[in-house]
């Protein structure tokens, strides 16, 4: 959630009782030290926090980067996204953090649990933001859960991500074999989110993330961006600068410049948002219809979680 989960989010989700991670996914390091600096100033629960990076990310760091930083921030937690994260759990489980890393298959989750991955996150092709393409997070859930228990990993803890909106997806999720739910989109849109107003205001004006987010890499392309560190597609809100898809298949490298440059020009006058830019977002975004509290999210999410997992065990009794 880079762009979106500053200190200030990742403190409140925190303070409410939620894992609160600083995103920092293609930022820099200064990015994440000042947004955990900003954590620290702001109320939560040290053993609640923590941050996520980009295993690409990682890799192109001096050696010894990671350790130092581990070292400096001491968080409870981290996430590692998009890649083979078994370089790394040594000195995340070193540094006495839970270590988190996200797969878009089975064998994804076997690799990571061999890895030494405390949460393997079953992320499906729902989530926003880049993310794994090929099933929804309810066809993985069980199929990953029952790879886990079959290999050995039963006590590897599974999350979910990916479609996971509210209270009803923690209750699915959990259903499905998940310990543990990953909300991206409802907390983009948060009081204390990065996201600027106008994202939040174009996730609460999305009234079906169906059928108003679209998923590929011509967001990153046309922003400048030609390979992702994570690899994988990103999916945001449809937009004018989302539009120019059609047309940048057909153009030459000339005219793709000059696309860009028609993005570029419509984020400067007008802003990251409804109109140009990327808001990234999952499709569940047209279940967020506020911009609210962090702390009013986790309350309402367990509250609704917890009455539809009532609800359901009196279908059976």
């Not at 409870?76 to 878009?104: E, P």
């Not at 543990?180 to 989109?185: D, R």
Request: proline share 3%.
């Amino acid at each position: 959630m880079g762009g979106a989960a500053g200190g200030e989010l990742a403190a409140a989700v925190s303070a409410a009782g939620g894992v609160g991670f600083i995103g920092s996914g293609g930022e820099s390091l200064e990015h994440l030290q000042r947004e955990w600096k900003l954590a620290l100033a702001n109320p939560h629960d040290r053993e609640l926090l923590g941050f996520g990076l980009n295993v690409n990310q990682l890799d192109g760091y001096e050696p010894g980067t990671f350790e130092t930083l581990l070292k400096e921030l001491g968080p409870k937690h981290v996430y590692l996204s998009f890649g083979d994260c078994s370089t790394y759990a040594q000195a995340v489980k070193g540094a006495g953090a839970t270590l988190y890393s996200n797969c878009g298959d089975t064998a994804g989750a076997l690799a990571h649990a061999r890895a030494g991955v405390d949460v393997v996150v079953a992320q499906g092709s729902d989530a926003g933001g880049h993310t794994h393409p090929t099933a929804s997070v309810f066809a993985l859930l069980p199929q990953a859960r029952a790879a886990l228990d079959a290999n050995g990993f039963s006590d590897t803890l599974l999350a979910a991500a990916g479609g996971v909106a509210d209270g009803r997806g923690v209750a699915a999720a959990l259903t499905l074999g998940a310990d543990a739910a990953v909300l991206g989109t409802t907390f983009a849109a948060c009081t204390e989110s990065t996201y600027t107003a106008q994202q939040k205001q174009t996730v609460v004006d999305t009234p079906c993330g169906a059928t108003g987010t679209t998923i590929g890499t011509f967001i990153d392309a046309v922003r400048g961006i030609d390979n992702h560190s994570s690899g994988l597609p990103g999916r945001c809100i449809f937009n004018e600068s989302t539009e120019l898809e059609g047309a940048w298949v057909e153009a030459d490298a000339e005219g793709r410049a000059e696309l860009r440059e028609m993005h570029a020009a419509g984020v400067r006058t007008h802003g990251e948002g409804k109109q140009w830019g990327a808001t990234w977002a999952g499709a569940a975004a047209g279940l967020v219809t506020a911009v609210r509290p962090a702390a009013a999210v986790v309350d309402a999410v367990v509250e609704d979680a917890c009455e539809v997992l009532s609800a359901s065990a009196r279908l059976v009794e």
